[in-house]
């Protein structure tokens, strides 16, 4: 199976930047390999919020509106790490920041049951 393990969250000015990372490990061979990732968010008391995603074939991208412009999603294919740049933070970005990973089609790729394995989530908190 896939383990993916976030780091790099925080607390942060608004205006400022973070760069949450995501680790994959394989745990034990699989029998199909996960061609998208992505990062979603959750705030408390909100329903899990669709951030950004990242395909293999045709390294294609795709960004919530309410981020689109100011984050930005990138693969380290050595490293095994997906990262999301986040700059202009403000307030309204505080969440808990999850990363996702899966074997799914361009229809389901902006929601979270289009994806199998998840992290454990990183905080990221901005104040005003």
């Known amino acids: 199976q896939v383990q993916l393990v976030e780091s790099g969250g925080g607390l942060v000015q608004a205006g400022g930047s973070l760069r949450p990372a995501c680790t994959v490990t394989?745990?034990?061979?699989?029998?199909?390999?996960?061609?998208?990732m992505a990062w979603f968010r959750q705030a408390p008391g909100k329903e899990r919020e669709f951030v950004a995603a990242?395909?293999?074939?045709?390294?294609?991208?795709w960004y919530g509106d309410s981020v689109k412009g100011r984050f930005t999603i990138s693969r380290d294919n050595a490293l095994n790490t997906l990262y999301l740049q986040m700059n202009g933070l403000n307030p309204e970005d505080t969440a808990v920041y999850y990363c996702?990973?899966?074997?799914?089609?361009?229809?389901?790729?902006?929601?979270?049951?289009?994806?199998?394995?998840w992290g454990q989530g990183t905080q990221v908190t901005v104040s005003s």
């Open positions: 996702a990973a899966g074997y799914t089609i361009t229809s389901q790729i902006m929601r979270p049951t289009g994806y199998r394995y």
């Open positions: 394989l745990r034990s061979q699989s029998t199909e390999p996960c061609g998208a």
């Open positions: 990242w395909r293999r074939m045709g390294s294609q991208t």
